[in-house]
């Protein structure tokens, strides 16, 4: 297969699981986030013409082979497909089920893209500095080690202990964006097919939090989820009024 027909086959095989998905003829690389949660990285070899997978890993590391073997083949299609069928299997063991129920279903784009219609005007924006506010006490103690940038208009911080988030503000325009960062390289902007990026006023910032939280508790199994709970001495977050 050639680099062109590989990566066609990529988009595919894998379609809507498949997130940011980058291309680069030049070093024969693909790169993208499969089911919201796992980064891969794939290779044509220009020597050889084998094919190769990975799921990175922290500060791009490679695991390389799953349950069946090595995520790495020939380059003619039945063996790329039996590759990405492998990566495909070992991302999915590595999610709750009720998680990937939700994914599974096929996302409505103008959702996914533009967030939920609202009849009316505008409401008016949330101040940045506000919003920092608002994000920190909704969270509580889901959220460990938040960072604000308010020069940037972006704040960070690790929720549940398991997931980096990065949120981006600008109520000039107005829009609230988030992502969960995958790998140093890359982040998934898509939650649940959805995205928290709307208007800046503050019922649609509460629903994009809310959005963020669903999309961490789906990921994390529920024994994971009630020891933290009892923990820290939560249950789901609710804001008042």
């Not at 050889?48 to 500060?59: E, L, M, N, R, T």
């Not at 460990?144 to 000039?172: H, K, W």
């Not at 964006?177 to 649609?204: E, K, M, N, Y």
Request: proline share 6%; net charge negative; glycine share 10%.
């Amino acid at each position: 297969m050639t680099f062109d027909e590989l990566y066609d086959e990529v988009l595919a095989y894998f379609g809507q699981r498949l997130d940011t998905p980058t291309y680069s003829p030049g070093s024969q690389t693909f790169t993208g986030v499969l089911c919201g949660a796992v980064y891969i990285r794939a290779v044509l070899e220009r020597t050889g013409g084998g094919f190769s997978a990975a799921i990175q890993v922290g500060a791009g590391r490679n695991v390389t082979s799953g349950l069946h073997g090595e995520f790495e083949s020939a380059n003619d299609r039945e063996s790329v497909v039996n590759v990405l069928r492998a990566v495909d299997e070992s991302c999915r063991l590595r999610l709750p089920d009720d998680y990937l129920a939700i994914f599974d279903v096929a996302f409505d784009r103008d959702l996914r893209f533009y967030g939920p219609r609202k009849d009316g005007p505008p409401l008016p924006g949330m101040p940045y500095a506000e919003f920092y506010g608002l994000a920190v006490d909704f969270f509580g103690a889901r959220m460990s080690s938040p960072t604000n940038d308010e020069a940037g208009r972006s704040m960070t911080g690790v929720l549940y202990d398991s997931f980096l988030i990065r949120c981006g503000y600008d109520e000039q325009k107005p829009m609230f964006g988030a992502s969960i960062c995958v790998s140093p390289q890359s982040g998934s902007r898509g939650f649940l097919g959805r995205s928290p990026s709307w208007s800046t006023d503050r019922d649609s910032l509460v629903e994009g939090l809310q959005l963020i939280d669903e999309y961490c508790r789906l990921r994390l199994p529920e024994k994971f989820l009630t020891v933290f709970d009892a923990a820290h001495g939560l249950s789901r977050p609710v804001l008042e009024g």
